[in-house]
């Protein structure tokens, strides 16, 4: 993707969800308040996908000024715990969102889920199923077949009654029974084929504790929530457009209830649509194979840098401004997209460019030496601290006669265009000086190990008293004053732009080797006391964090944000949307 069909990309504040809910309002269906909600499962740490979700969700309730909640939909107490709900309330505040008093855990309702299920047998809408789940799957039969009916769908309310009395009272083994949704067996969509609704799990709750052995289904239990709080429009990834009608369903049971809110005398029946999820490349978003990759120790914890988690994306320097940029462009449709990964990172280019401060490092060292530079003597160079921001002021960086500067600015024979360091060409050193090299030193193996040259005492600040033009400028740090850095160069995770695209490999062969290199490095005085999280651009170099979890008083260590160009691109790397 170009720098400039990123720049010209279209408007997509319009969008079709916006459209729905401007068109309920003005119908009067909300009963003058627009309530969303953000429903995560605290079964891992959020990631950009979700990011996606949070941003329509809460920029939805904002936008029409209403309410976006925040729930836990913990119904599946094997894989949730207090961890991944604190992480989650955590990257949903550092986005720059607030759910005020609109937070709800799933498991707070499960009475009331019980009674409604209780409610479901009585008016014959639910029975107990001893079926196991292969056998269950195989009755449900395909989309293009009816399905056959469980042997024990005709029993007696008072039967299933006392079943599911006994299956919540713990009287079962996992798996030996569940309760299911009567519906209709022959249904073109399988979600309506009496899906389960309840089973049974003897797995202590994260946040309900030991009270119950049977818990609610997903499917079951999202659809009470929504009526419970009173959601006027439920958001959710395309995958869930077939369950709609399972959705609409439970609600139209809980209607004949008399279980749904009246809000200004308008009773608020929740609606369900759905958007495409976020896909983007060179990543993968399954909270599955995020988990595996951490498991595995492939990645440093949940928060490695290389994760498209939030947490991770945070510790790696990305801003909360950007990513939520990064989602406004991408836009809302209803068709299936991969992204690439290179707008999320022109987006973070472009905030970052205008809150870095200006730092001078140099990762792979070249000693130079100015011959004709007084000895023990320190002169200054100035330099801004961001040119695009006048009030972040400037800084003082002594200049020496010793000092390192990037390898690979220096050429001893330079091809036609290269216009750095070379034996008889003048280059500016940022804010010093104009320097000439006259000669190298090599070691044994005829590697050069150090420069040699003269500098202009009229050049300072690097311009030239005579008006010459030095087409060439190249960063530098003072040896004896230099810090010595921790520097962590983070790449793509993945070597391909779709990891899981191919079903007979696994996605963990496209691992890239080269996501991570750690190099010593140098970098001017002013960095020694730099903070965790404190942003730079390392100039001519990239974008930089310190990191937030490593870092030490007096011992930054720096994780590489994004480089200042798409590196990527130059490899001939193209990625076309997928629809």
């Known amino acids: 993707m170009s720098e400039t069909s990123i720049k010209e990309a279209p408007d997509t504040s319009r969008h079709f969800l916006k459209q729905w809910i401007a068109d309920d309002v003005a119908a009067g269906k909300t009963g003058g308040l627009v309530v969303t909600r953000f429903p995560p499962e605290p079964n891992g740490y959020i990631h950009i996908g979700h990011a996606k979700a949070i941003c329509i969700d809460f920029g939805m309730a904002r936008e029409f000024g209403g309410q976006c909640n925040l729930r836990m939909d913990d119904t599946n107490p094997s894989k949730e715990s207090d961890e991944y709900a604190a992480s989650i309330k955590e990257d949903i505040r550092w986005l720059g969102f607030d759910w005020g008093d609109g937070f709800y855990n799933a498991s707070d309702l499960f009475d009331l889920m019980y009674t409604i299920a209780e409610n479901l047998i009585n008016t014959g809408h639910a029975f107990v199923c001893d079926l196991s789940q292969e056998d269950w799957k195989e009755y449900r039969g395909v989309p293009t077949e009816p399905g056959r009916e469980s042997p024990f769908r005709g029993r007696s309310v008072a039967e299933n009654l006392d079943l599911f009395r006994r299956m919540r009272a713990g009287e079962f083994s996992d798996g030996a029974r569940c309760l299911r949704a009567k519906i209709d067996m022959t249904s073109s969509n399988i979600h309506l084929r009496d899906p389960v609704i309840y089973r049974i799990m003897h797995v202590p709750h994260y946040h309900a504790g030991d009270k119950w052995c049977i818990y609610p289904m997903y499917d079951f239990a999202h659809s009470i929530e929504d009526a419970y709080e009173g959601v006027t429009h439920s958001m959710c990834t395309l995958e869930f457009e077939v369950h709609r009608p399972l959705y609409d369903w439970v609600i139209d049971r809980m209607d004949e209830m008399n279980m749904l809110i009246i809000r ?47 947490c991770g994306l ?89 000092i390192y500067i990037e390898r690979d600015d220096f050429m001893e024979v330079p091809t036609k265009k290269f216009f750095r360091m070379a034996p008889g060409q003048e280059v500016r050193l940022r804010g010093a000086c104009i320097f000439k090299c006259t000669g190298v030193i090599r070691n044994a193996a ?131 949307a997928r629809t």
């Open 314 to 402: 945070r510790r790696r320097g990305y801003t909360p401004e950007a990513i939520r940029n990064f989602c406004e462009r991408i836009g809302v449709s209803k068709y299936e997209s991969l992204t690439d990964v290179a707008l999320l990172e022109y987006c973070l280019r472009d905030d970052l460019n205008l809150r870095a401060l200006r730092r001078m490092a140099v990762l792979d060292p070249l000693k130079v030496v100015v011959d004709n530079y007084p000895e023990h003597t320190v002169l200054t160079a100035e330099a801004q601290n961001n040119p695009t921001d006048e009030s972040a002021g400037s800084r003082v960086i002594p200049f020496e006669r010793e």
């Open 264 to 310: 200004n005398g308008v009773k608020i029946r929740p609606q369900q649509r759905e958007f495409a999820r976020l896909n983007l490349s060179y990543t993968v978003m399954s909270k599955r194979r995020l988990l595996q990759l951490v498991e595995e120790n492939l990645v440093d914890g949940w928060d490695d840098p290389r994760m498209p988690t939030i």
């Open 446 to 576: 005829g590697e050069v190990v150090e420069v040699h040259g003269t500098y202009d005492p009229e050049s300072r600040g690097g311009n030239a008293a005579d008006g010459r033009k030095i087409k060439g400028t190249i960063h530098w740090v003072p040896i004896s004053s230099a810090v010595k850095l921790e520097v962590r160069l983070y790449d793509r995770l993945f070597t391909v732009p779709e990891p899981m695209a191919d079903p007979g490999r696994d996605f963990r062969e496209f691992l890239n080797p080269e996501s991570l290199k750690i190099v010593t490095a140098y970098g001017e005085p002013a960095l020694a006391d730099a903070a965790p999280g404190a942003l730079f651009q390392f100039e001519r170099v990239g974008y930089f964090c310190v990191d937030n979890r490593d870092s030490k008083k007096g011992a930054p260590v720096f994780n590489r944000t994004v480089t200042l160009r798409d590196s990527w691109a130059k490899k001939g790397d193209k990625v076309v």
